[in-house]
Nanobody
Framework: QVQLVESGGGLVQAGGSLRLSCAAS????????MGWFRQAPGKERDFVAA????????YYAGSVKGRFIISRDNAKNTVYLQMNSLKPEETAVYYC???????????????????WGQGTQVTVSS
């Protein structure tokens, strides 16, 4: 399994931006489909965005489409989540997830991922 470490969380005002990073261990990062999920206090973990192995395919939750951008740099073993126009209700712990795949499709369901990071806290103040 790949080891994942998220960073870039913090406190931001509503309307602000943050860029999360997720660094993966190992030399086979390019075989992993990657995803970002978030979990607000007292709520279930929800899908945010996903990206395919090559980075050529992406998919977003409807609530973040047009504001968030997922990207990856396979040379740096890192996936990013650029979050713009943040809202207070998006306060949550953000997790990245990875799953090795032979195809170049995105994965949007939690059960499809077996490697998870420890999460990074994002707090959006009103």
């Amino acid at each position: 399994q790949v080891q994942l470490v998220e960073s870039g969380g913090g406190l931001v005002q509503a309307g602000g931006s943050l860029r999360l990073s997720c660094a993966a261990s190992g030399r086979t990062f390019s075989v992993y489909a990657m995803g970002w999920f978030r979990q607000a206090p007292g709520k279930e973990r929800d899908f945010v965005a996903a990206i395919s192995r090559s980075g050529g395919n992406t998919y977003y939750a409807g609530s973040v489409k047009g504001r968030f951008i997922i990207s990856r740099d396979n040379a740096k073993n890192t996936v990013y989540l650029q979050m713009n126009s943040l809202k207070p209700e998006e306060t949550a712990v953000y997790y990245c997830a990875a799953e090795p795949k032979i195809d170049d499709y995105v994965r949007r369901w939690e059960y499809e991922y077996h490697s998870w990071g420890q999460g990074t806290q994002v707090t959006v103040s009103s």
